[in-house]
């Protein structure tokens, strides 16, 4: 049957971009190379690994934890925790240990231990109850378990804060060797790789650190061009291109972008009655950057970065407004003279910045690697 113009294009195109929340189900487009990394720890080996998945926010970090169950199979269970959600946590390691003890039992559906318990004997209560799963997963015949902490970071808040005590990293590393049916996945901040504090550093030695970055161009475009089969509206090859160069492939901004320009198609066409084309162009793309809104609407991500760039190795932040007006970057001697430093103080803030995948240096010159946080850093 031909479907009329008329009866594709008579309504508002449904947004099929997120933005804000978690990437899921045939949405989920691209980190090929981190899923078969986690297949081959947590399927093919006979002993469960350990990770940490690291990265800054709106990565999809936590897009990846929700989505790896579809890729395991149905002999290995995973219990997602979003560590947030704990608040202040008035009732301390207790309350930790019972919000994760929870989404265990949804996933091997074996009943928690009793809250009281957790709250007057956490540590030997939740090993115990562990230990339960552990049979619990030889009797079902299942392979394994992983327990998946999101938003690793908050235990250390709380940690400072005085609301866990500092052992409760010794009492995880414990459990992290517990037994080769158990896997833990600790996702955050790149802060994770960099917690030196003597209650981390043993920790993280004992797990696999996995990096999560910016998509390929060819992931990019796939998730523009392909983001559901009932997706009526088109680019053309140029408006993907330029997308991809001021987004660097960065999952969040690129979901923001696709979110703007469905949305002022829809405003142009059922809002002011405005006949145009189905295909987005590189004017589209222009206008929808341009437009003060954006930076509103992904100031969650320019903040975050932002924001982890007083962590650590200082002038981070200096170097980012020094080389912010120079989409080509400066030479390291450029910003030395424009901070009136040397270039000895600049080595461990801009590695620093390098490692997070802020900058990079490309013909001795660095420079900030997403273009929009550039925009968004010299209009500060």
């Given at each position: 049957m031909v479907i009329?113009?008329?009866?594709?294009?008579?309504?508002?195109?449904?947004?099929?971009?997120?933005?804000?929340?978690?990437?899921?189900?045939?949405?989920f487009v691209g980190r090929e190379d981190i899923i078969r990394q986690l297949e081959e720890l947590w399927i093919?080996?006979?002993?469960?690994?350990?990770?940490?998945?690291?990265?800054?926010?709106?990565?999809?970090?936590?897009?990846?934890?929700?989505?790896?169950?579809?890729?395991?199979?149905?002999?290995?269970?995973?219990?997602y925790v979003n560590l947030l959600r704990l608040g202040d946590s008035p009732q301390g390691v207790g309350?930790?240990?019972?919000?994760?003890?929870?989404?265990?039992?949804?996933?091997?559906?074996?009943?928690?231990?009793?809250?009281?318990?957790?709250?007057?004997?956490?540590?030997?209560?939740?090993?115990?109850?562990?230990?339960?799963?552990?049979?619990?997963?030889h009797v079902t015949s299942l392979q394994g378990l992983i327990i998946a902490l999101d938003e690793f970071e908050k235990i250390e808040e709380l940690i400072e804060t005085g609301k866990i005590p500092p052992d409760f990293m010794g009492f995880l590393r414990g459990l992290v060797q517990m037994s080769t049916k158990i896997a833990f996945a600790f996702a955050g901040l790149h802060a994770l790789e960099e917690m030196t504090a003597d209650y981390f550093q043993p920790f993280f030695a004992s797990v696999i650190p996995i990096a999560v970055g910016c998509q390929n161009r060819a992931a990019t475009r796939q998730i523009l061009a392909n983001p559901d089969p009932d997706f009526l509206l088109d680019y053309t090859p140029e408006s993907l291109d330029l997308i991809y160069d001021l987004t660097a492939g960065q999952p969040y901004l690129v979901q923001l972008v696709g979110f703007q320009l469905v949305r002022r198609y829809n405003d142009q066409v059922f809002e002011q009655?405005?006949?145009r084309n189905h295909v987005f162009t590189v004017e589209d793309v222009q206008t929808v950057v341009n437009d003060p809104e954006f930076f509103k609407r992904g100031r969650y991500y320019f903040d975050g970065v932002w924001g982890q760039a007083v962590r650590g190795a200082a002038l981070q932040q200096t170097i980012l407004r020094a080389i912010a007006p120079h989409p080509q970057g400066l030479s390291l001697d450029a910003i030395a003279q424009s901070l009136t430093t040397n270039c000895q103080n600049l080595q461990a803030p801009i590695?620093?910045?390098?490692?997070?995948?802020?900058?990079?240096?490309?013909d001795g010159r660095i420079h900030i690697i997403v273009e929009l946080f550039r925009r968004w850093v010299e209009q500060r």
């Open positions: 009329s113009v008329c009866q594709r294009f008579c309504k508002p195109v449904t947004n099929p971009y997120i933005i804000g929340d978690p990437v899921v189900g045939n949405l093919m080996s006979h002993s469960l690994q350990s990770v940490v998945i690291y990265g800054h926010r709106r990565m999809g970090k936590t897009s990846i934890l929700l989505n790896i169950t579809n890729r395991l199979g149905s002999g290995v269970k995973v219990a309350e930790v240990l019972m919000a994760i003890s929870d989404e265990i039992s949804v996933a091997v559906n074996l009943p928690p231990p009793p809250d009281d318990n957790l709250l007057n004997l956490p540590y030997r209560t939740f090993e115990r109850y562990l230990k339960q799963v552990v049979e619990t997963l009655g405005r006949p590695k620093n910045l390098q490692r997070h995948d802020v900058v990079r240096e490309t």
